[in-house]
């Protein structure tokens, strides 16, 4: 044989091989997505977690509410709990308003600042309960006016209204100036 000839059949017979390989690679490659799509029941069941037995028993849970009322607390301990109440309130009312959140939020906020405002109300004495009125009646025109402007455009000058009649109430209302006026 000479040389072109021996060439040509170990060129044959490289593109045999290699064509062999693609082949067997191919057929790999079908039988590995068959495998994985269909799956194997036996192998999934033995790699699932089983659940764990319970050795104990379940036994059925029983609440009883207990109900804490404020008549069980002193006129001093209702007026400082309102008092913190609305004071957070007030602070947030504040904030929000600084900080440009939701209509509803800032309403929310108002709102529940004037109700702790009314529950401390009804501990006061009359001269203190007039007073009382006014600064509500503050908070509500500022609630109407967060209510009136959807978009806070009067956010800053809100939020200073908020802040003076946070600071007054503090300075008239706090419980050592306050203590003598319950009722």
Do not use: H
């Not at 490659?29 to 319970?54: D, H, N, Y």
């Not at 050795?55 to 008092?83: A, C, Q, S």
């Amino acid at each position: 044989m000479n040389r072109k000839t021996e060439y040509r059949v170990q060129s044959t017979e490289y593109r045999r091989q290699k064509f062999e390989l693609k082949n067997v690679f191919f057929l790999f490659s079908v039988f590995c997505f068959l495998f994985s799509t269909i799956g194997c029941e036996a192998f999934t069941r033995k790699f699932t977690r089983k659940p764990k037995k319970q050795d104990y028993l379940i036994g059925e849970v029983v609440l009883e509410p207990e109900e804490y009322t404020e008549f069980n607390m002193t006129k001093e301990e209702l007026y400082r709990r309102y008092f913190g109440f609305w004071k957070s309130w007030q602070a947030e009312l504040t904030a929000s308003l600084e900080e440009g959140r939701s209509k509803a939020k800032k309403m929310d906020c108002a709102g529940e600042a004037i109700k702790n405002l009314v529950n401390l109300r009804a501990l006061l004495d009359q001269e203190k309960k007039i007073q009382l009125d006014g600064y509500i009646d503050q908070i509500k025109k500022l609630n109407d006016k967060i209510s009136q402007d959807p978009y806070g455009a009067d956010n800053a000058a809100n939020a200073k209204v908020s802040e003076r009649i946070k600071r007054d109430i503090l300075r008239d209302f706090s419980y050592s100036k306050i203590k003598d006026n319950l009722v």
